[in-house]
């Protein structure tokens, strides 16, 4: 069972950036596709970006290309999301997901993914 825990949201001015990160708990995790995912109030939960268990594939939602970057060091188990130009259109719970499927490729939908965190809010002012 492979645990995760995200950190580094919080409060941000428009413009403004913020690194997410998603911490395993199992080495298994360098084997595991990642993804993240947000989900405002009132909204469904949407991908944001997803990465291969390498790293060397990388998927983004259109809404965030050219400004969020997803990485990931295996060496630490940890997944990260780079968030620059941020808007208050991405305010929302942010998810980090890894899935059981081949880790050859990225996922860009919720079921495909086993293992969820607890969220971490960001909050974007305008």
């Known amino acids: 069972q492979v645990q995760l825990v995200e950190s580094g949201g919080g409060l941000v001015q428009a413009g403004g950036s913020l690194r997410l990160s998603c911490a395993a708990s199992?080495?298994?995790?360098?084997?595991?596709?990642t993804g993240w995912f947000r989900q405002a109030p009132g909204k469904e939960r949407e991908f944001v970006a997803g990465?291969?268990?390498?790293?060397?594939?990388?998927s983004y939602n259109d809404s965030v290309k050219g400004r969020f970057t997803i990485s990931r060091d295996n060496a630490k188990n940890t997944v990260y999301l780079q968030m620059n130009s941020l808007k208050p259109a991405d305010t929302a719970v942010y998810y980090c997901?890894?899935?059981?499927?081949?880790?050859?490729?990225?996922?860009?939908?919720?079921?495909?993914?086993?293992?969820w965190g607890q969220g971490t809010q960001v909050t974007v002012s305008s």
């Open positions: 199992e080495r298994t995790f360098s084997n595991k596709a």
């Open positions: 990465i291969t268990a390498g790293g060397s594939k990388t």
């Open positions: 997901a890894a899935s059981d499927l081949p880790g050859s490729y990225y996922y860009t939908v919720s079921y495909e993914y086993a293992y």
